[in-house]
Structure formats: C-alpha cells, structure tokens
C-alpha cells in the first residue's frame, strides 16, 4: 500500500491548526501514533473483519464518486475561491490529453507489462505537451513542490514550555484535553480507511494483510513523522490501487515510491513540475473505473433490500462526508439490520409428553432483539405445572437475555408452576451459573452439562419486578 496526507486525515487537522495553532498538530500527531501502536498491541485491527460486504461496496463505490468529483477542479481556471469553467478551446484540449492518456493506459498491458501503463500514459502525455509546446496547465502552476529534508523538533507548546513547578502538571493536563479527542480521531480515521484499503488491495492480490503489523506500522509512522514537523497520514486509496494496477505486491513498491517521491522533491522538481495536469487526470480517471464497483448495480436487485439500502447509504455518506464515517454509519445500520432480522425469527416448537410436561423447542438466539417475541411464546396461565424449555436450537447471549429468563420463571413461579432450562451449552450454562441463576442439581455433571435438566432462580436480577 500507499501510504500518505489525505484529505478524510486533513480537515480534522485544519480545525485544529485554527483553534490552536500548528505545534499542537506536531504533538497530535504523536499522540494519534501512540494510538494506533496501542491498537496493534491490543490486536484491535481485527475488528474490521465485522465490516459487511455491502459495506466495503459502498465504500469503494463512494470512493470511486469522491475522486472522480475532486478531479474536476483540475478542469476550472483562475484565483483560488473564484475559479470558472475554462474556455471551450482549453476544455477541449484537456479532454483530448485526459482521453489520449486513458487510452494509452488501456493499450500498454496489451503490448507489454515492462512498464506500468500508468506511467507510460503520464510519459507519453507528457513528451506531447511538451515537445509540441501545448498550453496547459502543468504541475508547477498547482505550486512548487520543491523542498529539502525535515530536521528534528520537538513540538513547542507554549503554555506547557514556559509553565513552572505544580503549574507544569496542570498545563499538560489542559494540552493532552486539547490533543487527546483529535488524536483519537485522528487514529481512528486512519486505521479504519488503512485496513479497509488493506482489505481491498488483499481482495485484489489474493494475499491477506496483517491488520495488527499495519497498525503497528502506521503509528511508528506517525508518532516519528510529528518530531519532524509532518502533518502525519495513512494508506491512500487511489494511489494504492494504481500501485496495485501497476503491479505492484511487495513491500518494494511502496519503499520505491517513497524514494521517487523523496528524489523528486529534493532533485527532480523541476521535472515533475512539468507534467501536464491532464495526464494525472486521466490515470485517476482510470483508477475510478477500476475502483467503483460496477457489479453491485447489477446485483441491487437480487440482494436483500436492507443490504442494497446500506450500499447506496454509505456510498452517499462517503460523498458528502468522509470514508470512515461512512463505514462506521454502514457498519450500525448493517448490525441493526441484523439484530432486528434475527430477532423477529425466534421461535418455539411445543410438545407435550406423556406425563404431561410441556416442551418449548426454541428456534433462534435469545438476546435483547428478541425478548419480547420469546416472553410471548409462553402461556403461563394456561400451562401445566411442570414446563421445560429446551435450548438445543438457540443461544443464551446477554444480559437481557438473562432478565428475561428470570422474568418467564418468575411468572409460572408466582402461579405455583415450575419451569426448567434443557440442553444449555456450555457457554451458556456458565453464563447463567455466573449471573447465579441456575439451581445446580446433585446430578450435574460440570464437564459436560447439555443434557441436565436446570431449574431458575428468581430475585437475582430483579425479575418480576
């Protein structure tokens, strides 16, 4: 992967640099490090396993629109606040070089893979503009990207540097108040679109990244990146799919573009600012078709609606907003979605024996979506005084599962009925042994407790009340 500024990191950062100046972005940023190495210590970058498919389609999908949209700056001309449209020559003239661009990014694979098409578009492009004198905008009209190597600083925070005695413990107190909510989420927003990027690029590669080793990674990046005065970053989407595109699959991709882009800014500025504009769009423009998923317009119709509902959800937030707000609003709205599909399918198989004892067979988890449909299976007025409630085909998973056991033994307790659990798994026996509900029988076996018979304990969580 890429790694680098991105703009999801910068507009965090420019309300902060406005409140509080840009050496409080310094010490953020290595806080926002320390951070993200904390979550590769703890492991925590597993969690993105939880994203849902329809999520990440709607995530590449929004990104696919975010970086075909910010490319049509490139196509207006004058001051910063008050640029128009260019003129029709000029607007044809950048169509053709982004079109002659895309074109050639499309040929080159069919000739050879030597070199990246990506490159050979920008080349080619380039020789053109420049050999036959072709006025358009270049790089260098952006700006200079020349500069020399950072020299170590640590960040200046005045308040905290010219405090004394008792008064330096309060003053970093009141800096980390200021640094602390944006280093987080600074951190979050950068994990979250680094290992979603790292999803994507594995998708692509057939190789699995390592969640915890990038989190590790990136926050050594970061934490270092603040003592030299960088503004801090993580995996860029679009330039990690052109690496990939290009060929790219080791670690030598991403240290080679390093080094060129190190080369370029100490070295070769003059060069790069030359490049005309219109190549760099037409490669993003490429990397836009590559990007979107195009798949998921064909299959809108043959998915479950909640499904396509969270693609075209998280493909709008991440327009409007920013890509790790949008995969955290896909990734509730998804679990909401299931929590409510799950809990309308508890269900109860009744049987009676012999002796005259009433079975309920229960389908499906028991947990806080579906109480109220599993305290509306049972009918303890009309019940017989010996009930069991079988739990082969579902799970005790919460508390609010626990509460509303207690609930159901404490109504046929209170009509001078009994109520027993059947076949707990192990998981859930512990559950309720450690919430002090079960009453153990002599006969319980502790290494293997499926197949006992357990009566309830009312009172311990306020059941019936």
């Known amino acids: 992967m890429i790694s680098g500024a991105t703009g999801a990191l910068a507009v965090v950062m ?9 050496e409080y972005l310094f010490a953020t940023v290595v806080l926002m490090g320390i951070l993200q190495i904390l979550a590769g210590v703890f492991h925590l ?18 990104l696919a629109i975010v970086i075909f949209s910010s490319q049509l700056d490139m196509f207006k001309a004058g001051p910063e606040g008050a640029k128009v449209w260019m003129d029709a020559v000029m607007m044809v003239t950048m169509l053709g070089l982004v079109g002659l661009t895309m074109a050639i990014i499309w040929v080159m694979p069919k000739i050879t893979h030597i070199v990246p098409a990506p490159l050979a578009g920008i080349v080619i492009t380039a020789a053109i503009v420049i050999g036959f004198g072709i006025n358009v905008p270049d790089v260098g009209s952006m700006g200079s990207i020349k500069g020399g190597l950072p020299s170590f600083h640590i960040p200046y925070l005045k308040d905290f540097m010219e405090a004394g005695g008792a008064d330096k413990f309060q003053a970093a107190w009141d800096v980390l108040v200021i640094i602390f909510p944006y280093s987080l989420i600074l951190a979050a927003i950068g994990l979250i679109e680094s290992l979603l990027t790292l999803n994507l690029v594995g998708e692509m590669t057939n190789k699995r990244g390592g969640t915890s080793q990038e989190c590790l990674a990136q926050g050594i990046s970061n934490t270092v990146t603040g003592f030299f005065g960088g503004m801090g970053g993580c995996a860029m989407i679009g330039q990690s799919m052109i690496n990939v595109k290009s060929g790219g699959r080791t670690r030598l991709s991403g240290v080679t573009a390093a080094l060129f882009l190190l080369g370029f800014i100490l070295f070769g500025s003059s060069i790069i600012e030359r490049v005309p504009l219109a190549s760099l769009v037409g490669v993003m423009f490429m990397v836009v078709i590559g990007t979107f998923a195009w798949r998921s317009l064909v299959i809108m119709k043959k ?3 909640t499904d396509a509902l969270v693609i075209i959800l998280v493909t709008v937030v991440t327009v409007m907003t920013d890509l790790a707000i949008a ?4 990734v ?5 979605a299931f929590a409510w599909s799950t809990a309308t399918r508890t269900m109860a198989r009744v049987e009676t024996t012999d002796d005259g004892t009433k079975i309920y067979n ?3 988890p028991l947990f806080f979506g579906s109480i109220e449909s599993f305290a509306e299976l049972f009918d303890p007025d009309n019940d017989p005084d010996h009930v069991i409630v079988d739990f082969m085909n579902s ?11 207690e609930n159901l033994a404490f109504r046929y307790k209170s009509r001078g009925k009994v109520i027993q659990l059947r076949h707990l798994t192990h998981d859930c026996h512990k559950l309720l042994k450690r919430a002090g509900q079960l009453m153990i029988d002599a006969n319980d076996d502790p290494e293997y407790q499926v197949a006992v018979d357990y009566s309830v304990k009312t009172g311990i969580l306020g059941g019936g009340h």
Do not use: C, T, W, Y
């Open 362 to 364: 229960l389908e499906g």
């Open 45 to 62: 970058g597993k969690f993105i396993r939880l994203v849902p498919h329809p999520v990440m389609l709607g995530f590449v999908n929004g």
């Open 395 to 405: 799970r005790v998973v919460d508390q609010s599962a626990l509460q509303a056991i």
């Open 14 to 22: 420019v309300e902060l640099v406005l409140h509080h100046g840009v």
């Open 303 to 305: 998915i479950p609606l």
């Open 327 to 330: 995969v955290i609003v896909g």
């Open 332 to 336: 509730i709205v998804s679990a909401l």
